[in-house]
Nanobody, 123 residues
Framework: QVQLVESGGGLVQAGGSLRLSCAAS????????MGWFRQTPGKERAIVTA????????YYADPVKGRFTSSRDNDKNTVYRKMDSLKPEDTAVYYC????????????????WGQGTQVTVSS
């Protein structure tokens, strides 16, 4: 059974930074893409970042381009996201996600999810 354990969320002032981590376990993740989605009350979960197995391809949603950076350590089955210049509109529950391929992750297909971690940015 796939388990995704997220850490690093919390409260930060606007302009500040946070680093989220997500450690995956329960199976081999060779070839898997990993990423992050976020959700706010009343809205659907939306993709924020994605990174393929070799880290040669990354995706960033327009609202976070230039501020968020994805990386991964395949030896640890862990994906990281550094969030800089945080804005109040980044406040959301952030979910770690893994899918068998980059394309499937972008489509939320065959995706396993973490439990979510709250990020709150105060103005």
């Amino acid at each position: 059974q796939v388990q995704l354990v997220e850490s690093g969320g919390g409260l930060v002032q606007a302009g500040g930074s946070l680093r989220l981590s997500c450690a995956a376990s329960g199976r081999s993740f060779s070839g898997y893409a990993m990423g992050w989605f976020r959700q706010t009350p009343g809205k659907e979960r939306a993709i924020v970042t994605a990174i393929n197995w070799s880290a040669s391809i990354t995706y960033y949603a327009d609202p976070v381009k230039g501020r968020f950076t994805s990386s991964r350590d395949n030896d640890k089955n862990t994906v990281y996201r550094k969030m800089d210049s945080l804005k109040p509109e980044d406040t959301a529950v952030y979910y770690c996600a893994v899918s068998p391929s980059y394309r499937e992750l972008l489509a939320s297909s065959g995706t396993s999810w973490g439990q979510g971690t709250q990020v709150t940015v105060s103005s």
